[in-house]
């Protein structure tokens, strides 16, 4: 069965250091994979996905993420966080037809 | 519109009354979502309607949840009975094709709280 895992429920960076937010997902086959983003008060926005080719995909906002199958995982990165990134992440899997199972979301809290 | 959009945006009822969430997509889609978020919990999807086909009803949690999509454009979530794990925010999605692979667009959803 597809599942999606974020372990880090909640992190915390100073503004201008770098992010890495953890995913990891099962899934028996090449899976579409995404990260959104909500912000408070607005709906889930697309960063970036990875359909497949090269494994490094570039987003919105000066996000990359890096799809590793050796490792199971698309973890989403940012060279140099600002205030206004702060906000809940959530991975996502598109698997089979019709469906995007998401991850219970990371929390990020940027300090100054 | 410009984009998904969701009424009402917060929604208090009592247990065991009846409520309805609309969603309004994006003109020309034809593929439409809802999905629960629970505190603590990530996306939970509910149903999904493309175009004419009959939808995929396999993640409603129970008869109480229900959801048509009237003329292929506007689509009302109805719960029966509410209880107090319903309270959740209800999320409304939409893409152009349906495609797995596909961008969605999602409206700012309805925070249902049952008292």
């Known amino acids: 069965a597809q599942s999606v895992t974020q372990p880090d429920i909640h992190i915390t960076v100073s503004e201008g250091a770098s992010l890495e937010l953890r995913c990891n997902y099962s899934y028996g086959a090449t899976p579409y994979l995404f990260w959104y983003v909500q912000s408070p008060g607005q709906g889930l926005q697309l960063l970036l996905k990875y359909f497949s080719g090269d494994t490094l995909v570039q987003g919105i906002k000066g996000f990359e993420a890096e799809f590793k199958r050796s490792q199971s995982s698309f973890n989403l990165r940012k060279p140099s966080v600002h205030w206004s990134d702060a906000a809940e992440y959530f991975c996502a899997v598109g698997a089979g037809a019709n469906n995007l199972f998401f991850g219970t979301g990371t929390r990020l809290t940027v300090i100054p | 519109g410009a984009g998904v959009s969701q009424s009402p945006s917060n929604k208090v009822t009592e247990k065991g009354k009846d409520v309805e969430l609309r969603c309004d997509p994006i003109s020309g889609h034809t593929a439409l979502y809802w999905y629960r978020q629970s505190l603590g919990q990530g996306l939970e999807f509910l149903i999904y309607?493309?175009?004419?086909?009959?939808?995929?009803k396999s993640g409603l949690p129970s008869d109480r949840f229900s959801a048509e999509r009237t003329g292929g454009s506007v689509s009302t979530l109805t719960i029966q009975r509410t209880q107090q794990e319903d309270s959740a925010v209800y999320l409304c999605?939409?893409?152009?094709?349906?495609?797995?692979?596909?961008?969605?667009?999602f409206g700012s959803g309805t925070q249902l709280s049952v008292l």
């Open positions: 999605a939409s893409s152009l094709y349906g495609a797995t692979n596909e961008k969605l667009f």
């Open positions: 309607f493309q175009g004419n086909s009959a939808p995929d």
